[in-house]
């Protein structure tokens, strides 16, 4: 990834975000993360305000990891919870409880994150109304900067997409699944969150830059195994495979050769996909917004 980093190194290009995720990087030793940031501040421009992100799974941290995180420059952490209810949890297979959770979301607030995101699911299999509201009321509670709220995408080769197709687990009905939709988004919006994009909730002034940079149709690049990148109209990611991803650094092979180009873009593909991602977002597409951007 280092070499990944360094061959994109551009000290004129102003980084507003980063975002360390994908998997569960928690999981490893906090002195990798603080390499990783260290060496892309060393090879672009990272603005002094960046918002620094990295996710965070409930039973994978502890002080001593956190308090790397925050000397390395990490001020916002965003923790994958999906249910405050053990049985749901257990049954999409997750290997943490809330109480797990509880445990990781205290630390944080103990070693100084002032901004944080939690991760809630709705129409999972056995999901009631009842009981996403509770989870709700329990995370309202706990006041944490960012909300997202996400409905259920089945992903091949999890153990709930199994599930599902052995007709162990049924789907929830459409008509249920908007329900819970309209209840998160009332309930959220009363609580001073402020509903600024589809999937996103966040208090004054704490709507996620990243998302927004992806929504706005900015330039990205993504370093990591299977990681994607937009940059000049050009959506393209890295190889899957960990081995191949590896010996092109170490026997150093031409980068190319470990990239999938996936779309290049006209003029025309620019603008119909800049007001599809603008329409996630709440206050929808200024007209001034697409003149600037595609009059310049």
């Known amino acids: 990834m280092l070499p990944r980093i360094k061959n994109n190194g551009n ?57 790397v995180y925050r000397r390395s420059g990490i001020n916002r952490l965003s923790i994958g919870l999906q249910s405050t209810d053990n049985n749901l949890l257990k049954q999409i297979g997750r290997i943490y409880t809330y109480e797990q959770f509880l445990d990781t979301y205290n630390l944080a607030r103990k070693a100084g994150f002032k901004n944080i995101n939690v991760d809630l699911m709705l129409a999972l299999p056995n999901q ?11 995370i309202i509670k706990l006041e944490p900067e960012h909300i997202s709220v996400y409905s259920l995408i089945l992903e091949e080769e999890t153990k709930l997409f199994d599930l599902v197709k ?33 999937s996103n909730f966040a208090k004054k002034g704490y709507e996620s830059k ?11 690049i993504g370093v990591g195994l299977a990681a994607h990148s937009y ?10 495979n960990l ?44 007209i001034s917004d697409f003149k600037n951007k595609f009059t310049r």
């Open 210 to 220: 990243h998302n927004l940079n992806c929504w706005n149709q900015e330039e990205y």
């Open 128 to 138: 009631t109304i009842e009981v996403l509201d509770d989870s709700l009321e329990r």
């Open 243 to 286: 081995n191949e991803y590896i010996n092109t650094f170490r026997l150093g092979e031409n980068i190319k050769d470990i990239i999938t180009i996936h779309e290049k873009q006209s003029i025309d593909d620019k603008q119909k996909e800049y007001m599809i991602l603008g329409l996630r977002k709440i206050e929808g597409v200024k």
């Open 231 to 240: 940059v000049g109209g050009i959506r393209y990611s890295n190889t899957e």
């Open 166 to 198: 052995n007709k162990e687990l049924d789907l929830l009905d459409d008509d249920i699944e908007r329900n819970m939709y309209w209840t998160t988004k009332e309930k959220l919006q009363r609580s001073g969150y402020n509903h600024y994009e589809i």
């Open 11 to 67: 000290l004129r290009i102003p980084i507003t975000t980063i975002y360390i995720g994908g998997g569960t990087p928690s999981f490893i030793e906090p002195e990798y993360i603080e390499t990783i940031i260290k060496t892309i501040k060393e090879n672009f421009c990272v603005k002094e305000n960046a918002e620094i992100t990295i996710e965070v799974n409930p039973g994978t941290v502890t002080n001593e990891k956190l308090q």
